[in-house]
């Protein structure tokens, strides 16, 4: 792994870096084994934003443009990455502007969290709708079955998760750990939305984790599975739980949609991988999801 600090201090002597920040756990109180440095940057001359990893340090860079914009709510909860932002520790701001984004984000008044989380909920309830047309009723089989599932778990953790957080003003963590965070931060004020999370994806401890690292053999999945066994070796196995079965949807889409051509070997591995006999599939899937969306919105 390079010098994160270098890398830093590369970025902060760049004329084109106008901020610089540090995001996620690693160097902090929270940090593990499996914390992988992650520096956020504002840059002149950029036309889109890109993310980039090398030697296990990840930038992500953004236009400069986007720290201006970014300062108005409005925009900001239409297209900036806010938890990023929120949660990030800026060492680099010349200009004060990611710090005031940071101050906005701080905070917000009841009646913004609470446009912000109908905003959530409304693409949350739009997908949903969407998967019950595409992967539900006569004439879907096993892949549809599947792709629900896939469709289901990407609502909750990457939209429904949020909302419910934005009734205690707190923001996601994206890290491997995730199943250990979200109970860390709302299964005691939230525990009917967090049981309908974890029942998605079908935990099952030290043992499920075992099997499911087992299956990434032949799939392509070499670095997943270097950080789900590190998230193993840690204790976190459903983080890495959760982790392999997003990945493993994530990019064998087209096997998912070509479910029935695949040799049996090869249905076996993704069938474990993804859970296909601890988790709900299909309708069931969706219909967790759709309960998690109404507790999302109550706040339970």
């Known amino acids: 792994m390079q010098d994160p600090e270098k890398i830093q201090d590369r970025l902060v002597a760049d004329r084109k870096v106008r901020a610089v920040a540090q995001a996620g756990s690693y160097g902090t109180e929270e940090a593990w084994v499996g914390s992988q440095p992650t520096l956020v940057s504002f840059e002149r001359g950029l036309l889109s934003p890109h993310t980039e990893t090398r030697a296990g340090v990840t930038v992500q860079r953004y236009p400069y443009e986007k720290l201006e914009t970014w300062r108005d709510w409005d925009t900001a909860r239409e297209e900036a990455p806010i938890a990023l932002l929120a949660t990030s520790r800026v060492v680099y701001d010349p200009t004060g502007h990611y710090g005031r984004i940071q101050r906005t984000l701080w905070n917000l008044n009841e009646e913004r969290l609470a446009a912000h989380r109908e905003d959530l909920l409304n693409q949350a309830a739009a997908r949903l709708e969407a998967a019950r047309h595409h992967f539900t009723g006569p004439g879907h089989g096993a892949q549809e079955q599947l792709l629900a599932l896939a469709e289901a778990r990407a609502v909750a953790v990457d939209l429904l998760y949020p909302a419910l957080l934005t009734h205690i003003h707190g923001w996601p963590e994206f890290e491997i750990r995730l199943p250990h965070a979200w109970r860390a931060s709302a299964g005691l004020r939230f525990p009917k939305a967090i049981y309908h999370l974890d029942s998605l994806y079908g935990f099952g401890g030290e043992a499920e984790a075992r099997r ?16 789900a066994r590190a998230a193993f ?68």
């Open 233 to 300: 070796q840690a204790g976190y196995y459903d983080g890495a739980v959760r982790y392999l079965r997003d990945e493993a949807a994530r990019t064998h889409r087209q096997d998912l949609e070509r479910w029935s051509y695949l040799s049996s070997a090869r249905r076996d591995k993704l069938g474990l991988l993804l859970g296909v006999t601890t988790s709900p599939l299909g309708p069931a899937a969706l219909a967790i999801t759709a309960g998690l969306l109404t507790e999302a919105r109550e706040g339970r």
């Open 212 to 227: 499911v690292l087992l299956a990434t053999r032949g799939l392509g999945l070499l670095e997943q599975e270097k950080r």
